[in-house]
């Protein structure tokens, strides 16, 4: 079946350094992609989103990357800190404009000081 | 900055029992969704609401999980009975009538021994 996946399940950084965290997708209809943050105890929360018309878009400190040809999706946080350390999931609009997101399996991000 | 209250925040109960989980989304969101996230696994969704209209159940176990949203607005996640199973933290989440951008809530931690 479709499904949103990330490619590894832990990601060890040093603070300071730029971190990258990858997820492949599976439906060629999804058209819009979101990257969730969540700590321990807390629900997800909104980090940065992009639509399948879009290759690239950028926030503060975070940038996601769409590769529609090999449906891949990134994405990068610069000059990581201890406070990013969280579990990130990728998440995939199904395209049916029901706003039904199918989301991956996360990857947890470590920050070492 | 509003948003997504539930309650409550941890919950156990025995098998057989029954429990509810409660949300209210950030005022105006006509849509609202329930999540089911299994330890280590990313959320799923068991159900979307349209105002007071279910829009998607397909995922929701009907044999034992009901859910409202009688006017509209707050809505009310039952589990009766309540299998071991069940086990999971139950999230909240809404969205504005374009349904893209989900707001969760900090989700009920559900035990059940």
């Known amino acids: 079946g479709e499904s949103v996946g990330l490619h590894l399940p832990t990601l060890s950084v040093q603070e300071g350094d730029n971190s990258i965290i990858n997820c492949a997708y599976s439906?060629?209809?999804?058209?819009?992609f979101i990257w969730y943050k969540q700590e321990s105890g807390k629900g997800p929360q909104f980090i940065i989103d992009i639509r399948s018309n879009m290759d690239k878009r950028q926030g503060q400190r975070v940038t996601v990357l769409l590769n529609k040809t090999v449906k891949h999706l990134s994405l990068q946080i610069a000059a990581t800190q201890p406070g990013d350390s969280a579990v990130y999931f990728c998440?995939?609009?199904?395209?049916?404009?029901?706003?039904?997101?199918?989301f991956g399996q996360g990857t947890t991000l470590q920050v070492k000081p | 900055e509003a948003e997504v209250a539930q309650s409550p925040r941890y919950k156990i109960t025995e098998k057989s029992q029954a429990v509810a989980f409660w949300c209210d989304p950030i005022s105006g969101h006509a849509t609202l969704y329930w999540y089911r996230q299994i330890l280590g696994q990313g959320p799923e969704l068991l159900v979307q609401?349209?105002?007071?209209?279910?829009?998607?159940d397909s995922q929701l176990p009907k044999d034992r999980f009901s859910a409202e949203r009688l006017k509209g607005v707050d809505s009310t996640l039952k589990i009766q009975p309540a299998e071991l199973g069940d086990s999971a933290m139950y999230l909240c989440a809404s969205s504005q009538s374009n349904p893209e951008k989900l707001f969760f809530g900090s989700g009920t931690q559900l035990s059940v021994l």
């Open positions: 439906n060629s209809a999804s058209d819009y």
């Open positions: 609401f349209q105002d007071e209209s279910v829009v998607d």
């Open positions: 998440a995939e609009n199904m395209g049916s404009n029901t706003g039904k997101l199918i």
